[in-house]
């Protein structure tokens, strides 16, 4: 049971180019959701999901776009890469919407520059 | 608008000491409060949460305080250990995991 598994680890990008992070449960979870972490601020929630097939906003979206074609995959996408979307991002999925219940992947690091 | 201010940002605690970091929230609606510890490359982890209903939980060194009225809660680490040195998250919730709202985080070192 590998939980939730994020890769890439690293990745640096040039402005403009576009990238997929891809993320993965093996716990039939559910929910997934998809965070930023920015140098001394919190967790940002930028899409989740619901279930295959259901994605929805969160509190930071703008630039990105998810998919959901499976329960145990949800990869986060971003098109036309910008020095803001600097950040380690966290993956996270739980069986059920409360918050006791997620489990957060290892982040990838991603530098646009 | 930081709903939940976080202090203090850095924390050095000798071994065997107490180590207490401190959150405070806005929003009279938030009705869970959980911290997470991150260590350094991996993602945060549930450590420990309360809610509103009770002043204080306590599980093994770990126990958050809980003041309502002062829209106050705070996570105590009794005889603190250098694997304890980690990034402390406190956040407040209200409705799920859509509306979870984190602090900036306190990193804490534990020098032996």
């Known amino acids: 049971n590998a939980g939730v598994t994020q890769t890439p680890k690293f990745r640096i990008l040039k402005i403009g180019q576009s990238m997929t992070l891809q993320c993965t449960q093996d716990m039939n979870h559910n929910y997934m959701y998809w965070y930023r972490q920015d140098p001394g601020m919190g967790l940002k929630l930028i899409y989740y999901s619901v279930g295959a097939g259901i994605t929805d906003k969160g509190e930071v979206p703008n630039g990105y776009n998810v998919s959901r074609s499976t329960t145990e995959d949800f990869p986060l996408r971003l098109e036309l890469a910008a020095p803001s979307q600097t950040s380690v991002y966290f993956c996270?999925?739980?069986?059920?919407?409360?918050?006791?219940?997620?489990?957060f992947g290892p982040g990838t690091r991603l530098t646009v520059t | 608008q930081q709903q939940v201010k976080q202090s203090p940002q850095s924390l050095i605690v000798q071994k065997g000491g107490i180590s207490i970091i401190n959150c405070a929230y806005e929003?009279?609606?938030?009705?869970?409060f959980p911290w997470y510890q991150q260590f350094p490359g991996k993602g945060p982890a549930l450590l420990i949460a309360i809610r509103p209903d009770v002043s204080e939980k306590k599980e093994g060194r770990f126990t958050i305080s809980f003041n309502k009225s002062a829209k106050q809660f705070s996570l105590h680490i009794m005889d603190s250990q250098p694997g304890d040195s980690a990034t402390y998250f406190c956040?407040?919730?209200?409705?799920?995991?859509?509306?979870?709202?984190f602090g900036i985080g306190t990193k804490l070192q534990v020098i032996p």
């Open positions: 929003n009279t609606a938030f009705d869970y």
């Open positions: 996270a999925s739980s069986y059920s919407k409360t918050v006791e219940e997620q489990y």
């Open positions: 956040a407040a919730s209200s409705g799920g995991y859509q509306k979870v709202t």
